[in-house]
């Protein structure tokens, strides 16, 4: 019994030692894309650590309002099937492109839809988020670029980065 106690204790001071330097975090950008338009938005991964992106979430509806983001019943291109016409709840619309623009390394293909991506993304449920892995350094900006296909509606669109930040000194490689 001693042992494993001592073995859990272990584990506690581990724990609690690995935390100083890492520790879950998430970071977020969120904007209005309007009908036909594009709109670029910048994450900062903050000058005190590196972050490792582990999963990807995010959430996207339409038609909004242009000023305050808040969902209004309107005509959408993409209405959710059986949402009689004028009544909103677009079912898709946006598409998103990003890339770390201090590496200048694209991190999408190209332009991809966001439902394919994002969880619960243009639906109520939530679902398992996208498993996505990228080591950003610190102080990078991803640069995120959303399209707006919905030639009627704007949308909203919220985009999550889930994972670890290390604060550890700078490691030169």
């Not at 494993?4 to 520790?23: G, L, S, T």
């Not at 950008?29 to 036909?36: C, D, E």
């Not at 200048?104 to 243009?122: A, F």
Request: aromatic share 10%; charged share 20%; proline share 5%.
């Amino acid at each position: 019994m001693e042992q494993i106690q001592k073995a859990v204790i272990d584990q506690v001071r581990h724990a609690r030692a690995e935390q100083k330097f890492k520790y879950a975090y998430v970071y977020t950008v969120t904007g209005i894309v309007l009908a036909s338009q594009s709109k670029t938005l910048t994450m900062a991964i903050e000058q005190d650590a590196d972050f490792l992106v582990e999963r990807m979430t995010g959430s996207a509806f339409g038609p909004c309002d242009a000023s305050t983001g808040l969902p209004l019943s309107a005509n959408t291109d993409f209405p959710k099937a059986g949402v009689p016409a004028g009544e909103g709840h677009a079912g898709r619309g946006l598409t998103m492109g990003w890339k770390d623009t201090g590496s200048g390394r694209e991190l999408s293909r190209g332009q991809i839809p966001v439902e394919c991506l994002l969880t619960p993304g243009y639906d109520q449920g939530f679902h398992l988020p996208f498993p996505y892995k990228y080591y950003a350094m610190r102080n990078s900006k991803i640069q995120f670029d959303f399209r707006n296909r919905d030639t009627q509606a704007n949308h909203n669109i919220t985009v999550v980065w889930a994972g670890q930040k290390f604060q550890t000194p700078e490691v030169a490689f």
